[in-house]
Structures are given as C-alpha cells and as structure tokens.
C-alpha cells in the first residue's frame, strides 16, 4: 500500500481511514521498502514499550525499511539502541533534563523570549518559525551543549538542512551532517583543553575517564542527537500550538482569559498536533503479532503516534481541540524507556513562548494576504510547518504588565 501523499496532505483522516479497516497495515516507507503501520492506541501504547520491539538495526531484515541513515559516527545513538547500551547512556545525560535543571532554566528562556519578539517590533507581520519558534529552541540547545553565540546560526543552518530537505538539493542535506560532525570533532577537542559549566563538557568527563561509560562514538553522537531532537521537536510544538489555536479562537480566547491554562494548552496541542507522526522504527526480535496481525522477526514496524492520540477509542471527539481535555496518557512524546529525554524542557519552552507571545500580540491573527500561511513539512515522520506567517499589533507595555500581573508566569514567580 503507497499511502505518503495521503499520508502528507491528510494524515489524520488516512490514519481514521487504516484504523477503521484494521488497526495494522503493510505500507512502503520512503524508500520505497516495506514497513508495517500500527494505528490503534492500544496497541501503539503496547508496542512503545515491548522489549521485543528493538530499535537496533542488526535486528532488521534486508529488504525492510530501515529509516534514515547517518556516518558511523553519529549512528552510535539512543534511537538505535536497546538496554543494556541504552540505559547506560541515558542515565548520563539524564541529568540534563532533571526538572530542577530545566525550572533553573525558565527564566533565561523567557529572556530570550522577549529578546526576539523585541526584535519584531511593530512591523506588523512575521514568518513566525523562521523569527520565533527556530531561533529559541536553538538557542536553548546550544546553550546547554556550550556552543558559542556567533556558531549557533550555523547550527540552525545545518539542522535545517537536515529536517528539512530541499528536493531540488538533496546534497544540502549529507552536507550539513558532514559539516556537523566536523564541527562537533573540533567543539570536543576544544572543551577537553578548556572545560566550561555545560553538558558537553560533563559527557567528555565521562568518555575521558575511560571506565568504558562512553565511547568516542557515542560522544559524537549524543551530542548530534541532543541538537536535532531538541531543536526539532521544539520548534514544531511552538508552531503547531500557535497554528491551532490561531485555527480555534474560541479556545485562545479563553487562554487569554487564563493563561495558567497554558500547561494544559501544550498538553492538548501535543496530543491534536504532535511534533510526531511516527515513532522511530523498530524491528521484533522474534515472530509476533500486533493487532491480531502476525509480523515476522525483523521486519519494520512503525507505531504512529498520531493515529493512536486520534482513537476515538482513547480520546472521544478526538479531532476537536480542546483544551480542558483530560489528556493523560497521550503519547506525542513516546512512552515506555524511550519516551523523549527532553520531554520536560519541551514543555516549558513551548509554555514560556506561548505565554509570552500571548502577552506581547494580544491580536495575533494568521495573515489573510498570504496565499498559504501556514504550509506543512512534506514528512512521513514527523508534522511541522515550513513556514507561519502572521499578522500582529504589538500590545503597549503597560497591557503586557497588566495581562502578567494578572496571570503571572512561573518563570516570573
């Protein structure tokens, strides 16, 4: 079954449409090798955390889709790994991602809030991934990995490059990861003669102590992964959330009403429009079936995060957005020993960014004069916006204080 136009233009309603019918399914990936497709809550909730279920491509059968494929040196990550490798590694750079270290964060992410809506001032209207939901997870990312200032619009460059290919040139993308990994090569080297206070530079303390936690390998390709998932599944939770709501005024109105709604807001917004369409593949280790559907050792399976959060079965009326849903147990941002590392940081950089845009264009609209607004990544994988364009006029700063008074924000408590 050849679903990846249907799959681009209305993932949702194809999704509806396989679930109905049968809730796993045999497809062609993007390169045209065979997958299968999961599409019920259930048993999505059940694969995420099926230890049969392996994310090591030696587990894979030829013939199958494996997926994208990077230089060695940045293959050696946690998307590719099973325990014992992977909880060796995550539990090192877990420590990144405690919730006291992204609260300690909150306040300089909004900083750098307000520094880029500074800059769009009062001109009225804005492409706002490329001038908001870009440059701040960006920022954030290399801030903790320790990337310098002046390097950080390379790095949005090169991630770009990657998540975001240009059909016209398909070797902008093997560039950008070449130009990353040499990148990273010099970084470490540099952080080894000069230490600083960053993950980076603990995570090289770690491989340096040569009790065998962390090979070069793995080194190179934690700090690769740290950059493009942290940088790419943000950035798409910021766009996503602002287009619904903008898309459903009824429920922006009433997080203008009450902003400490903004939580529950990104909740909802992950589970109707997650950075995510698809889990990463994996492949049985063993003969087994999904859904009543017998699937063989080795062969790909992926398990669609956004068919299962659209189960009827799970969430009722679940292609309305709304925001006093109870949404626990959605699934935008995995589940099981995989679930996303940088879930937490995730969350408050789409809640701060949300607030403070709120806070600053109190009249925030999509721009009517631009043909298509807001038009999605062509991505089997993962669902994002090429662009956003908007409409605004700036709130004075005596409604931005009176709107924080008002609601204030924890990162200003």
């Known amino acids: 079954m050849d679903l990846a136009d249907d799959l681009i233009t209305d993932p949702y309603g194809t999704y509806a449409t396989l679930r109905t019918a049968s809730p796993v399914h045999r497809i062609k990936g993007t390169d045209g090798q065979p997958a299968w497709i999961v599409t019920r809550y259930e048993d999505v909730r059940a694969g995420l955390a099926d230890p049969r279920l392996s994310l090591d491509k030696k587990n894979a059968l030829p013939g199958n889709y494996h997926g994208s494929r990077l230089p060695p040196a940045l293959d050696a990550n946690l998307l590719n790994m099973d325990p014992p490798d992977h909880t060796r590694i995550r539990r090192l750079v877990g420590k990144a991602f405690t919730p006291g270290r992204v609260e300690r964060l909150r ?69 950008a990861v070449g130009a990353m990994l040499a990148y990273f090569v010099e970084l470490i080297e540099h952080k080894r003669r000069e230490p600083k206070d960053d993950l980076l530079s603990d995570l090289i303390a770690v491989h340096d102590a040569e009790d065998g936690r962390l090979s070069e390998d793995e080194l190179l390709s934690l700090a690769f992964l740290i950059l493009v998932a942290g940088f790419e599944n943000t950035v798409q939770l910021i766009g996503n959330a602002v287009l619904a709501l903008l898309r459903h005024p009824d429920q922006l109105d009433e997080l203008r009403a009450d902003s400490t709604r903004i939580p529950a807001a990104v909740e909802e917004v992950a589970r109707y429009e997650g950075p995510a369409l698809l889990a990463i593949r994996r492949f049985p280790t063993e003969d087994m079936e999904i859904g009543g559907v017998p699937v063989k050792a080795g062969e790909t399976v992926l398990l669609s995060l956004a068919a299962a959060d659209r189960d009827p079965d799970r969430f009722p009326d679940p292609d309305r957005l709304d925001l006093a849903r109870d949404t626990a147990g959605h699934l935008a941002l995995g589940h099981g020993i995989h679930y996303c590392l940088g879930a937490p940081l995730a969350r408050a950089e789409t809640e701060i960014a949300l607030r403070a845009l709120l806070e600053r264009f109190p009249r925030l609209e999509l721009d009517a004069d631009t043909e298509d607004p807001a038009p999605w990544r062509r991505s089997l994988r993962a669902r994002g916006l090429d662009r956003l364009m908007v409409r605004y006029d700036a709130a004075s700063a005596s409604d931005v204080d009176r709107v924080s008074r008002r609601c204030p924000s924890p990162e200003r408590r």
């Open 107 to 175: 306040a300089p992410v909004r900083a750098l809030a307000d520094q880029l809506l500074d800059a769009l001032g009062q001109q009225g209207s804005t492409d706002l991934i490329a001038a908001y939901a870009a440059p701040l997870p960006i920022s954030v990312i290399c801030e903790l990995l320790g990337v310098a200032p002046d390097r950080r619009g390379d790095f949005r460059g090169w991630a770009q490059a990657l998540l975001v290919p240009d059909p016209d040139r398909p070797q902008d993308g093997a560039k």
